[in-house]
């Protein structure tokens, strides 16, 4: 008897362990094959496990979200097809962040409210974890900041309910960007910090990138403009470490408003310059929107070719916001 539930832990032991490394996902690395990934989908009867294994081939949001639209959709194509709810949320809640990206509030919500439905559906945390996650993040976009509130809470609560991975560490940090957009800084510090607490202690580490963006806006709010500066430059770091044009435009952006704020325009100018430059040529390009327009405002007066170059990029980028698909995808 001893022997049976000595093997029988070691064989629990095995498959948690295989769990929790899966939960450390790599989202800087390249995502499988889809077609040589589906059998193994079709193999795994775990649910959690089938979760992980679909997720490693949705991971590519900050870098290229577009191929990672195209696998989201193939994902839920899939779904659909077996009846896997697994898939099929993963899709839907893929989607919807991809769609927040770039900027159509509409096909976001569209498809957090379907992925929510799933998760719902379902029972399962990992699930209702993402849904509802994503779907607070829609209606954040939208300014809906009590449903905003409403649902992330609850997707906390139901991340608190399995072992720590990268969409629950996410779903903490959001709620310091919701509270930050609320100008309840205090709340937003603490979920930051925690956010930052269950990165480092997990070994989850993809989301810091944000996570040091969020410390700097939030310390930009407190006044304490070194260390807002500090964390703009991890932040830079990370996004660097990890490939993601996102992340990297979205730091410089913020180190160039800083210093328009601040009067200091030639560091101003040279931040936003470097936004820009960070998102040529990638499916980023609604990231100009901002860091353009200051520079548009800085040249107005001086540099009309410089005025003129500026508001190009901001009409394009502006524009781009108001097309429903992404521009790689349309051409």
């Known amino acids: 008897m001893r022997k049976i539930i000595l093997s029988a832990l070691i064989i629990l032991g095995a498959f948690q362990l295989g769990l929790s490394q899966s939960a450390k996902v790599d989202f800087s690395q390249k995502p499988p094959n889809l077609d040589s990934l589906f059998p193994k989908i079709a193999a795994e009867k775990n649910d959690s496990a089938r979760y992980y294994l679909a997720m490693s081939a949705l991971t590519i949001s900050e870098t290229n979200p577009v191929e990672d639209m195209h696998n989201s959709e193939r994902i839920l194509l899939y779904g659909q097809k077996n009846n896997d709810l697994v898939c099929q949320l993963l899709g839907y809640a893929c989607l919807c962040y991809d769609y927040i990206a770039f900027g159509n509030q509409v096909k976001s919500l569209e498809y957090g409210i379907l992925a929510n439905q799933v998760a719902e559906k379902s029972k399962n945390d990992r699930l209702k974890t993402f849904g509802k996650a994503m ?11 009590d449903k ?8 906390i609560d139901a991340g608190s309910r399995y072992e720590t991975d990268i969409i629950s560490v ?3 940090n959001d709620m310091g960007t919701i509270y930050l957009a609320m100008n309840k800084v205090d709340s937003a510090l603490v979920y930051t910090q925690k956010a930052y607490e269950m990165a480092i202690k997990s070994g989850i580490n993809y989301w810091l990138t944000s996570t040091y963006l969020q410390f700097g806006s939030i310390h930009a709010a407190m006044k304490n403009s070194s260390l807002a500066l500090n964390y703009w ?43 820009i430059n960070s998102v040529e040529n990638t499916a980023f390009y609604t990231l100009n929107v901002d860091p353009a327009k ?38």
């Open 233 to 275: 430059n991890l932040a830079l770091q990370e996004a660097k470490r990890i490939g993601s044009p996102k992340f990297e435009s979205t730091a410089y952006n913020a180190i160039a408003q800083f210093y328009h704020a601040a009067n200091q325009k030639d560091s101003a100018k040279l931040y936003a310059t470097k936004a």
């Open 135 to 145: 779907l607070a993040l829609s209606y954040l976009t939208m300014g809906d900041f």
């Open 294 to 331: 200051l520079l548009l405002n800085i040249y107005h007066d001086s540099n009309i070719d410089s005025a003129f170059k500026y508001s190009e990029i901001y009409r394009t980028a502006t524009d781009s916001l108001l097309i429903s698909e992404p521009f790689n995808k349309r051409n």
């Open 170 to 172: 996410c779903a903490v």
């Open 148 to 155: 905003a509130v409403s649902y992330n809470m609850a997707a």
